[in-house]
């Protein structure tokens, strides 16, 4: 490649990267709103009294009690001494990202293994867990705290854990964050009626947004905060206390870390917020998502840099397949087939990856845990109880420690399925594994099928049609849909038509221009089918309509836009909608 190409290479990565955060703000500077309401008279024009250098967003109508609940002065301050502190190496981690991507665009080389003797050959074990969360056989997954019922159920269920989603099952709107941020307050405190507390209900597993997520909503400093530091601030500062007392926390989900890196970051993190607390050291747990090919060669290094910390590691088939996109998808090697036909966790790369996760986890004492299943049963159907249990048994004879389930109504059948004296498999060292990158690296034989392209065209025009409305999740076709699914739908859209790749049906080429039909044939099914647009109103088409033009907005893109939400959340009509209709 010539110096004049590469340049241009990463010219355009920094200046994708500049203009989102400068979009961003942009848009929340223009929609300033003046605050004047009783509960949240510590603030003046949006700027706090008493906390130097903060900017915070007016309450949405009708939050105004939850608002003063959440966005005390003093818990703004601790947020805003969290961002102070980290701020600057967040950034850097953030652009170390971009340097990585633009070094593999340029060189054409893979990721392997680091070669360190000292942290691979010595036998360390991490911070032994607590006695509540040993067992992580079962947690419900994708629980958007913002959706107060969904919420509720989840704490009354016979579950281990509750996966508590700000991140890929959540639409991030000033809303939904100030809701979800109080529905859990009010949970750990005692005070929603009718559930358990907080030491016998099923542990709250806080996910945090991911580092690509900025919370506009509020300033330090004139800069708009990384979205999980206002996230994990928040919670830190609200409900650490209480958890520690029920010995029941805090213990996060990490997601979307794409390195070793990273994982000491949110160390870094972990040490100060137990300093500042003046909470135990050790006492935070966190499990990291595994959902990014680069991190599945740190693995053993991302155990280590959180080892005080840690709660083990979780796979996550749709991110972490995406995630081949997002870093290789401009070689035609990695062109990826039908999700639905020919990507599962049987297949040798998804297989290696599940049984690197076990090894190295029950190698170091930690617990490695598979994927969600998404199935929702809307009747009796033993097909799909029994699909569901036979794919989640064999994750548990591979090794796996537990996983997840969305829909409640299949705890009772997957809990059978084990038993009540289930614990966990760390025995289980699983030696004969020998994992080489080549592995983790090898794409799937397979081919483009016409349904698999229209299935992903449909499932990204809803989830945006969903974001739109506020939700940031949906059920299509018997299964329920959120970012991480429509990451992956996306992005093997973007690489078919950059590939040119061959439908299977008819040997026909997938271009731009079939894709547009699609597009439009696919808005009209979606608005006839009764159970996806039960009310047929001008409004409904519109939406739908937007909905479909930002989708081949992002799969027709010449550059591959790191992250769906990212690019959503600092979309001017994303923005738009947020105001004219969910405020």
């Given at each position: 490649?010539?110096?004049?190409?590469?340049?241009?290479v990463?010219?355009?990565?920094?200046?994708?990267?500049?203009?989102?955060?400068?979009?961003?703000?942009?848009?929340?500077?223009?929609?300033?709103?003046?605050?004047?309401?009783?509960?949240?008279?510590?603030?003046?024009?949006?700027?706090?009294?008493?906390v130097?250098?903060?900017?915070?967003?007016?309450?949405?109508?009708?939050?105004?009690?939850?608002?003063?609940?959440?966005?005390?002065?003093?818990?703004?301050?601790?947020?805003?001494?969290?961002?102070?502190?980290?701020?600057?190496?967040?950034?850097?981690?953030l652009?170390?990202?971009?340097?990585?991507?633009?070094?593999?665009?340029?060189?054409?080389?893979?990721?392997d293994?680091?070669?360190?003797?000292?942290?691979?050959?010595?036998?360390?074990?991490?911070?032994?867990?607590?006695?509540?969360?040993?067992?992580?056989?079962?947690?419900?997954?994708?629980?958007?705290?913002?959706?107060?019922?969904?919420?509720?159920?989840?704490?009354?269920?016979?579950v281990?854990?509750?996966?508590?989603?700000?991140?890929?099952?959540?639409?991030?709107?000033?809303?939904?964050?100030?809701?979800?941020l109080?529905?859990?307050h009010?949970?750990?405190?005692?005070?929603?009626?009718?559930?358990?507390?907080?030491?016998?209900?099923?542990?709250?597993m806080?996910?945090?947004?991911?580092?690509?997520?900025?919370e506009?909503?509020?300033l330090?400093?004139?800069?708009?905060?990384?979205?999980?530091?206002?996230?994990?601030?928040?919670?830190?500062?609200?409900?650490?206390?209480?958890?520690?007392?029920?010995?029941?926390?805090?213990?996060?989900?990490?997601?979307?870390?794409?390195?070793?890196?990273?994982?000491?970051?949110?160390?870094?993190?972990?040490?100060?917020?137990?300093?500042?607390?003046?909470?135990?050291?050790?006492?935070?747990?966190?499990?990291?998502?595994?959902?990014?090919?680069?991190?599945?060669?740190?693995?053993?290094?991302?155990l280590?840099?959180?080892?005080?910390?840690?709660?083990?590691?979780?796979?996550?088939?749709?991110?972490?397949?995406?995630?081949f996109?997002?870093?290789?998808g401009?070689?035609?090697?990695?062109?990826?087939?039908?999700?639905?036909?020919?990507?599962?966790?049987?297949?040798?790369?998804?297989?290696?990856?599940?049984?690197?996760?076990?090894?190295?986890?029950?190698?170091?004492?930690?617990?490695?845990?598979?994927?969600?299943?998404?199935?929702?049963?809307?009747?009796?159907?033993?097909?799909?109880?029994?699909?569901?249990?036979?794919?989640?048994?064999?994750?548990?004879l591979?090794?796996?420690?537990?996983?997840?389930?969305y829909?409640?109504?299949?705890?009772?059948?997957?809990?059978k399925?084990?038993?009540?004296?289930?614990?966990?498999?760390?025995?289980?060292?699983?030696?004969?594994?020998?994992?080489?990158?080549?592995?983790?690296?090898?794409?799937?034989?397979?081919?483009?099928?016409?349904?698999?392209?229209?299935?992903?065209?449909?499932?990204?025009?809803?989830?945006?049609?969903s974001?739109?409305?506020?939700?940031?999740?949906?059920?299509?076709?018997?299964?329920?849909?959120?970012?991480?699914?429509?990451?992956?739908?996306?992005?093997?859209?973007?690489?078919w038509?950059?590939?040119q790749?061959?439908?299977?049906?008819?040997?026909?080429?997938?271009?731009?221009g079939?894709?547009?039909?699609?597009?439009?044939?696919?808005?009209?099914?979606?608005?006839?089918?009764?159970?996806?647009?039960?009310?047929?109103?001008?409004?409904?088409?519109?939406?739908?309509?937007?909905?479909?033009?930002?989708?081949?907005?992002?799969?027709?893109?010449?550059d591959?836009?790191?992250?769906?939400?990212?690019?959503l959340?600092?979309?001017?009509?994303?923005?738009?909608?947020?105001?004219?209709?969910?405020?």
């Amino acid at each position: 490649m010539q110096t004049a190409d590469r340049l241009s290479v990463i010219n355009n990565h920094l200046l994708w990267y500049t203009k989102s955060v400068k979009t961003s703000k942009r848009d929340h500077l223009q929609e300033k709103q003046s605050i004047v309401c009783n509960p949240t008279r510590h603030l003046n024009n949006g700027r706090v009294e008493g906390v130097q250098g903060v900017e915070v967003e007016a309450p949405p109508p009708g939050l105004e009690e939850e608002y003063a609940t959440i966005l005390t002065p003093e818990a703004l301050q601790f947020v805003a001494q969290l961002v102070m502190e980290f701020d600057q190496q967040v950034e850097m981690m953030l652009k170390q990202r971009i340097k990585r991507k633009v070094e593999l665009d340029i060189s054409g080389d893979l990721p392997d293994f680091t070669t360190n003797p000292e942290l691979h050959e010595k036998k360390w074990k991490i911070a032994p867990v607590p006695k509540r969360i040993q067992c992580r056989f079962l947690d419900l997954g994708d629980v958007s705290p913002a959706y107060t019922n969904k919420f509720t159920e989840a704490l009354k269920c016979p579950v281990n854990g509750i996966q508590v989603d700000f991140d890929d099952g959540n639409c991030p709107t000033w809303r939904n964050q100030i809701r979800g941020l109080y529905n859990i307050h009010q949970a750990v405190h005692g005070l929603i009626s009718d559930v358990p507390p907080i030491d016998k209900a099923p542990i709250l597993m806080l996910r945090p947004r991911a580092w690509n997520m900025i919370e506009n909503n509020m300033l330090v400093n004139g800069k708009a905060v990384p979205g999980p530091l206002f996230d994990y601030g928040l919670l830190m500062f609200h409900c650490s206390q209480q958890l520690v007392s029920a010995e029941s926390g805090p213990f996060f989900y990490l997601s979307k870390l794409e390195g070793a890196n990273e994982a000491q970051l949110w160390n870094n993190i972990f040490i100060w917020t137990q300093n500042k607390l003046k909470i135990p050291q050790g006492t935070i747990k966190a499990c990291v998502l595994i959902e990014n090919i680069l991190a599945s060669f740190e693995m053993e290094e991302i155990l280590y840099a959180l080892r005080d910390h840690s709660l083990g590691l979780n796979c996550g088939i749709w991110d972490y397949s995406a995630s081949f996109v997002n870093k290789f998808g401009t070689r035609k090697d990695f062109v990826l087939p039908d999700r639905n036909k020919y990507v599962n966790m049987q297949r040798h790369f998804l297989k290696s990856y599940m049984d690197l996760v076990i090894c190295t986890c029950h190698k170091h004492g930690a617990h490695a845990t598979g994927g969600m299943a998404a199935t929702i049963l809307t009747s009796r159907d033993l097909n799909l109880v029994t699909g569901v249990i036979e794919g989640k048994m064999r994750e548990i004879l591979a090794g796996c420690d537990g996983f997840m389930v969305y829909d409640t109504k299949l705890v009772a059948p997957v809990m059978k399925m084990m038993g009540p004296a289930f614990g966990n498999q760390i025995h289980r060292q699983r030696d004969d594994v020998r994992v080489r990158s080549i592995d983790l690296l090898e794409m799937p034989s397979g081919g483009v099928t016409l349904a698999g392209l229209r299935h992903n065209i449909a499932v990204g025009i809803l989830f945006i049609d969903s974001w739109l409305r506020g939700e940031g999740h949906f059920i299509y076709k018997g299964a329920v849909e959120d970012s991480a699914t429509a990451e992956i739908s996306r992005s093997q859209v973007w690489q078919w038509i950059r590939h040119q790749a061959l439908l299977e049906d008819n040997g026909e080429v997938i271009t731009r221009g079939m894709v547009q039909e699609i597009i439009r044939e696919s808005v009209d099914t979606i608005i006839a089918t009764e159970d996806l647009v039960p009310m047929k109103t001008e409004e409904h088409r519109n939406r739908l309509c937007t909905a479909a033009e930002i989708l081949e907005e992002i799969i027709t893109k010449r550059d591959f836009p790191e992250f769906i939400t990212t690019y959503l959340s600092q979309d001017h009509t994303f923005l738009k909608y947020q105001k004219l209709y969910l405020h």
